[in-house]
């Protein structure tokens, strides 16, 4: 078969004219030159696609049922345009991303459906996971970048960039006893059960004898809404609207909680393409207009 796109177009213009004079009129073309190409295109398929036999052509049974695989082939085609004319502009046909889960959802949120708007036809990846996970997902190659809070010292094969920082606090669960009287001592907060965040190659600070640990801030946060014990956790954390039940912050003076670093991290010595750049200075922006408006964790 030798039939092409175009003929595909001056078949449908045809159609969706109401004639093959009208539909050379709208592509520009002469009148004999759409009429042969439709014929050529019927010579091709060995399909009628018009019947003839009257004073204005109409379309054949098969002409009906061809008519939307053209259509369908020239959506195709047209697509394709849009996604090479992207690529040439954009300079980046995938982008993989993960997430530390314990990121805010409002900005991860709109970052991804800003992706959307800005970059229609770039294929894209998401994958989420615990501050360890994700820079696993860059050194593993199954992420280009990788956004967690700063656990500590990386691994010699990444490159890394601070965005932003996020308020942390001390929580409880309503009703235990650290709330009867604030401000409280670190010597107050060693007599209960503290939860603390455990990730690799790092030592987190445990103020209290009696330890707990987890690789998962949303797994320490309801293990807090259990009553299980007291936390250090993100504040986002702490006022997600999915726990068991609101957890209560605890003022400790003593305990000076520095606000939690953010860093993307990459592949060591990889360029960075123009939408990962826009991601990374996106993303440092939203995180600090987050900051800017949080609230500070209330002591209850």
Known sequence: MQWNLEQLNQFVASV????????ARHLGKAQSAVSTAIGLLEADLGVELFDRSRHRATLTDAGQVLLREARELLRQAHALEQRARALTEEGQARLALAFDEALPYAAVGTLIREIARRAAHLELTLLNGTATEVADYV??????LAFHFDRGPLRDCFDQRHLGALPQGVFVASGHPLLEKQPVRRKDLARYRQLVMHAEDVQETAYSPKVWRS????SIAEMVADDLGWAILPVNIAQYQTLPKPLRAVHCPSLALPLLSVRMLWFQGRPLGEMARWTAHRFSQLLQELAAHAQPPSHG
Do not use: K, P
């Open 215 to 218: 690789d998962s801030f949303y």
């Open 16 to 23: 969706e004219h109401g004639s093959i004079s009208a539909a």
């Open 139 to 144: 050194r593993q190659g199954r992420a280009d």
